[in-house]
T-cell receptor, first 115, second 113 residues
């Protein structure tokens, strides 16, 4: 089966610009996650969707970050305006079910550099 | 707030050696503990998942143990190979379904031929 797809793979922008990342989860997976991974650190959960509803966005900086999952399939994560500290890899993951039975499958990530 | 720590940050071993990676967590009220592998420029691959009621899980040359009372987990890799070179991350799962993962910073493993 096809894995989690993400685009673009790399993005370079200047601070205060906006940027958007796209994720296509594994077909049939109801749960979708966005993580931020800063160099040298482990991934940090930004937001979790169950179908098209938000389950957990407690660590999402809502003043500049937004995410949506229309029709419960693809998802878009947006940053507006970007700051230098947003430079990181943004990982998307999906699972068939939340919790211990639902292994999270990760995409390759989008590497963002903010200058 | 859950904090996950991994020691060592980096490890270099000769091929064939058995090795142990360590993970500790501050809040023992976890739902599960997972180990992932991350190759450069790629996403994470799930290796082993231990439920909070379990003590260990095995897959091939990998064995992961969990001691909730002490807040520790270990990943044992037997007969290491150059292809095992990667960053290994542990994550403590919590929330009502254990899907909210708190990751450690990872151990970068290099297996030299």
């Amino acid at each position: 089966e096809a894995g989690v797809a993400q685009s673009p793979r790399y993005k370079i922008i200047e601070k205060r610009q906006s940027v958007a990342f796209w994720c296509n989860p594994i077909s049939g997976h109801a749960t979708l996650y966005w993580y931020q991974q800063i160099l040298g650190q482990g991934p940090k959960l930004l937001i979790q969707f169950q179908n098209n509803g938000v389950v957990d966005d407690s660590q999402l900086p809502k003043d500049r970050f937004s995410a949506e999952r229309l029709k419960g399939v693809d998802s878009t994560l947006k940053i507006q305006p970007a700051k230098l500290e947003d430079s990181a890899v943004y990982l998307c993951a999906s699972s068939s079910t939340p919790g211990p039975g639902g292994t999270q499958y990760f995409g390759p990530g989008t590497r963002l550099l903010v200058l | 707030k859950q904090e996950v720590t991994q020691i060592p940050a980096a490890l270099s071993v000769p091929e064939g050696e058995n090795l142990v990676l360590n993970c500790s967590f501050t809040d023992s009220a976890i739902y599960n503990l997972q180990w992932f592998r991350q190759d450069p420029g790629k996403g994470l691959t799930s290796l082993l998942l231990i439920q909070s009621s379990q003590r260990e899980q095995t897959s091939g040359r990998l064995n992961a143990s969990l001691d909730k009372s002490s807040g520790r987990s270990t990943l044992y890799i037997a007969a290491s190979q150059p292809g095992d070179s990667a960053t290994y991350l542990c994550a403590a799962g919590r929330g009502t379904s254990g899907s909210r993962l708190t990751f450690g910073e990872g151990t970068q493993l290099t297996v030299n031929p």
